[in-house]
């Protein structure tokens, strides 16, 4: 059975770091693509950025970008993102999700969620 489960998610301040890990069982990363995303309270999901099977090509939202990377590590078959400069606008719950095409991480019907994690960002 293909699962996800993400981790890492906590309480920072504005301008720190945390790093999220999305952990796959039932498949491996060589072959899905990977994506981020978040929905704060009272807002629609937002996609936060995408990662190819090959592990080569990633997209991020422009309110991320510079900010925050994925990565993978296969020995492990966990995802990370890894996000700095954090800012209050930034909470959210966090969720990663798999699909076997790239596409479906833009337009975001991607076919194995995980249950998220909180990110809070305050001061």
């Known amino acids: 059975q293909l699962q996800l489960v993400e981790s890492g998610g906590g309480s920072v301040q504005p301008g720190g770091s945390l790093r999220l890990s999305c952990a796959a069982s039932g498949f491996t990363w060589d072959y899905y693509a990977v994506g981020w995303f978040r929905q704060a309270p009272g807002k629609e999901r937002e996609r936060v950025g995408c990662?190819?099977?090959?592990?080569?090509?990633?997209t991020y939202a422009d309110s991320v970008k510079g900010r925050f990377t994925i990565s993978r590590d296969n020995a492990k078959n966990t995802v990370y993102l890894q996000m700095n400069s954090l800012k209050p606008e930034d909470t959210s719950v966090y969720y990663c999700?798999?699909?076997?095409?790239?596409?479906?991480?833009?337009?975001?019907?991607?076919?194995?969620w995980g249950k998220g994690t909180l990110v809070t960002v305050s001061s």
């Open positions: 999700a798999a699909d076997r095409l790239f596409s479906t991480c833009v337009s975001g019907d991607m076919a194995y």
């Open positions: 990662l190819n099977t090959s592990g080569r090509v990633t």
